[in-house]
C-alpha cells in the first residue's frame, strides 16, 4: 500500500463479543454477527489471515468509513478481535437480500421505490470516485423494520488511491464485459451490472431501459447514474402525453359549443394545424441533427438553435394573432407541444457520451474542443 494507506492502523479490541454467529462464508471472507455491549453488529474478517487479504480488508475499510448515506451499510470500526483477527465492524441490519426479497412477489411500486434507491446509493459512490464492481442481490439488503435497501459489501470496490490493489471476485452474471476482462472500468460498469438486476426486477418491464444498461460497449451504455436516472423518470412520459391530449380531446367539443361563428373556428383550427406544423418541422430537424451529434455538447448547440427557432416564432409570430381569445388559446397550445419536445430532445443529449468525459486521444480532443469553441456543427475527427 502507500503511505497514504499506512496511516490507518488496526486498533486493539475495545469490548468482548458475545453469540458470535457465521452468516456467510466466501472465498476470502467470513461473515459473522455478534452482540457487543447489548448492541447486534456485523463482524467482517479475512479467511486465511494472509497479508493480502488484510491489506484487501483496510481498503475496503478506507472506502466505507467515508460514506453516509441512508441506503448504504455503516461502517463503524477497524479493530483486532480475539479469535478473527483485523475485522470491519459494522452496523447490523435485520433483513434479506434483494432475490430473497423478490421471492415474495412484491408489488411494483415496491419494486419501483427500491429500484430508485438503489440509484440513489450508487450515485453518491460514483460522485464520490468511487466504483462498487460488486452489485448483485447478495449486495442488496432489504431491511424487516421499513423495507428499505442497503447497499452493503465494498470488497470490490475501487477508488483512485486503491486501483492497484483490483482483483477479479465479482460474479460473472452481474459483472461487465470490461471488469471480467480486467480492463479499465468506469461508472458504466456498475451501470451495466443495474441492468442485468433490473431484469430480475421487472421482468420485461422497462427492458428497453435495461438493454441500453446492458450493451457490451461501455460507449453504448448511460454515461453515468444520472443519465438512467432523468430515463428512468420520464419513462411513462408518452402515457402522460397521451392522457393529456385524451383530456383535450375531451374539453374541445364543450369549447365548440361555445363557438357559435363557424369563421372563427375554422380559423383556430387552422392556426393549431400550422402551429402544430411549424414547431414540429423544427423539432424533427433537430432531433435528426442530434442523432448525428455523438457527443452531448453538440447536441446542446443543436437544442440551442431549436430553442432560438422557437423564441422567434413565440415573440413574432403568436403576438400578430387577433383577437386576444385567439391568441391566448395559440399560446397555451404551442406551450403545450413545444415544453415535452424540449425534455425529449434534452433526454436524447443526455443519453449520449460527453466530451469532457472521454478517453480521447489529445488531438482529437482538441480538436472537438475547437469546434465547440467556435460553435461549428459536429464533424467526425481525421489524422
Not at 489471515?49 to 453516509?68: A, G, M, V
Not at 477479479?168 to 470490461?178: H, R, V
Not at 383556430?268 to 402551429?275: H, N, Q, S, T, Y
Not at 433526454?347 to 468525459?357: F, I, Q, Y
Request: proline share 4%; glycine share 4%.
Amino acid at each position: 500500500m502507500n503511505s497514504e494507506s499506512e496511516i490507518y492502523e488496526i486498533a486493539p479490541a475495545k469490548a468482548t463479543l458475545d453469540k458470535l454467529k457465521l452468516l456467510r462464508e466466501s472465498a476470502g471472507a467470513l461473515l459473522y454477527s455478534t452482540i457487543r455491549e447489548g448492541k447486534r453488529l456485523l463482524i467482517k474478517t479475512t479467511k486465511d489471515k494472509s497479508e493480502y487479504q488484510i491489506r484487501l480488508l483496510r481498503r475496503e475499510w478506507e472506502i466505507s468509513i467515508e460514506c453516509n448515506h441512508p441506503h448504504i451499510i455503516h461502517t463503524l470500526l477497524l479493530e483486532d478481535l480475539p479469535d478473527l483477527g483485523p475485522s470491519i465492524i459494522m452496523e447490523y441490519i435485520e433483513g434479506c437480500t434483494l432475490s430473497e426479497w423478490l421471492s415474495t412477489n412484491p408489488p411494483q411500486n415496491e419494486r419501483r421505490r427500491v429500484f430508485e434507491e438503489l440509484l440513489t446509493a450508487v450515485n453518491y459512490l460514483h460522485q464520490r470516485g468511487i466504483i462498487h464492481n460488486d452489485l448483485k442481490p447478495d449486495n442488496i439488503l432489504i431491511s424487516r423494520a421499513d423495507n428499505t435497501l442497503k447497499l452493503i459489501d465494498f470488497g470490490l470496490a475501487d477508488s483512485d488511491a486503491h486501483i492497484a490493489l483490483r482483483r477479479l471476485g465479482c460474479t460473472p452474471k452481474y459483472a461487465s464485459p470490461e471488469l471480467q476482462a480486467r480492463g479499465d472500468v468506469d461508472a458504466r460498469s456498475d451501470i451495466y451490472s443495474i441492468g442485468v438486476i433490473m431484469g430480475e426486477l421487472f421482468g420485461a418491464h422497462h427492458k428497453r431501459i435495461a438493454e441500453r444498461c446492458t450493451k457490451q460497449q461501455p460507449v453504448k451504455r448511460y454515461a453515468n447514474i444520472a443519465a438512467l436516472q432523468l430515463t428512468w423518470q420520464g419513462r411513462n412520459r408518452g402515457i402522460r402525453i397521451l392522457a393529456a391530449l385524451l383530456l383535450i380531446a375531451m374539453v374541445l367539443p364543450s369549447l365548440a359549443e361555445r363557438i357559435t361563428d363557424i369563421g372563427k373556428e375554422r380559423k383556430r383550427v387552422a392556426l393549431m394545424e400550422e402551429i402544430n406544423s411549424e414547431v414540429e418541422n423544427r423539432y424533427m430537424l433537430s432531433a435528426d441533427s442530434i442523432k448525428m451529434a455523438h457527443y452531448q455538447e453538440f447536441a446542446a448547440m443543436i437544442i440551442s438553435h431549436f430553442y432560438y427557432d422557437m423564441w422567434l416564432y413565440h415573440t413574432t409570430k403568436l403576438p400578430t394573432i387577433e383577437p386576444v381569445e385567439l391568441r391566448e388559446k395559440a399560446t397555451n397550445h404551442y406551450t403545450l407541444i413545444v415544453n415535452p419536445l424540449n425534455q425529449q430532445l434534452w433526454e436524447d443529449a443526455t443519453a449520449l457520451p460527453s466530451v469532457h468525459n472521454s478517453n480521447l486521444p489529445r488531438e482529437e480532443l482538441d480538436y472537438y474542443l475547437e469546434l465547440l469553441r467556435l460553435g461549428k456543427p459536429y464533424e467526425s475527427y481525421s489524422e
